[in-house]
């Protein structure tokens, strides 16, 4: 089946440095990946999608300037979490979508636990 | 039991007991439904789908209705195992045009007794 990897698994920073997170998908192509972020004990919440060459598009409350995305292949999109602060520290999770697929389709990685101190 | 409140909604069985759990979405122009199955630090893993001309979907084990007159889905479980301890997420799209944009919904966290 279809596997999407992300790195790392786990990243301890401190307050004010920058993180970058990749997510890969290893054995396809992906146009589009989404990236979702989770507080312990609470469901998955969309920030963005991540087009392959364009820019991405955030959900509402989501700040571009502080979760930058970059989907520069179609196997790797990397989300760069700057100024990092210890309320974002959460697990990141993304998803990849292979060209004309839908719905069902979306794979997902393992997630990232970012912690910041 | 199950309980609700300001922490994950719990449901703990027996194993060997079918497990019943429930989500209650919010758009009734939401037209596809996946249940997924979040183990403790990895990320969601899919189990069976249902669009919204079904009221029921079959498959290993696992049961899905959905009742769109209350918006309600549930996703049962047969002769529950220890390996399904693990925290389960419904999640819905609502129009062909999102292009896979899923929106979870708040999960129930299964926690099966040997």
């Known amino acids: 089946g279809a596997v999407v990897s992300q790195h790392p698994s786990w990243v301890i920073c401190k307050s004010g440095t920058s993180v970058k997170i990749e997510c890969r998908s290893l054995?396809?192509?992906?146009?589009?990946m989404f990236w979702y972020r989770q507080f312990p004990k609470q469901s998955l919440m969309l920030m963005a999608t991540?087009?392959?060459?364009?820019?991405?598009?955030?959900e509402q409350g989501v700040e571009k300037d502080k979760f930058l995305i970059n989907h520069a292949s179609l196997t790797l999109s990397t989300l760069t979490v700057t100024s990092a602060h210890p309320e974002d520290s959460s697990f990141y999770i993304c998803?990849?979508?292979?060209?004309?697929?839908?719905?069902?389709?979306?794979?997902f990685g393992p997630g990232t636990r970012l912690t910041v101190l | 039991g199950e309980s609700v409140g300001l922490h994950l909604p719990t449901l703990s069985v027996q194993e060997g007991d079918n497990s019943i759990i429930n989500c209650a979405y919010s758009?009734?122009?939401?037209?596809?439904f996946i249940w997924y199955k979040q183990e403790s630090g990895k990320g969601p893993q899919f189990i069976i789908d249902?669009?919204?001309?079904?009221d029921k979907r079959q498959g290993q084990r696992v049961t899905v209705l959905l009742n769109k007159t209350v918006k309600h889905l549930s996703l049962q479980i047969a002769a529950t195992q220890p390996g399904d301890s693990a925290v389960y997420f419904c999640?819905?799209?609502?129009?062909?045009?999102?292009?896979?944009?899923?929106?979870f919904g708040q999960g129930t966290e299964l926690s099966v007794k040997p």
């Open positions: 249902i669009r919204s001309n079904m």
């Open positions: 999640a819905e799209t609502r129009d062909y045009n999102q292009g896979g944009k899923l929106i």
């Open positions: 998803s990849a979508l292979p060209p004309g697929a839908v719905y069902n389709e979306q794979f």
């Open positions: 054995d396809f192509q992906a146009t589009t």
């Open positions: 991540s087009n392959e060459g364009s820019k991405a598009t955030y």
């Open positions: 758009n009734s122009a939401s037209d596809y």
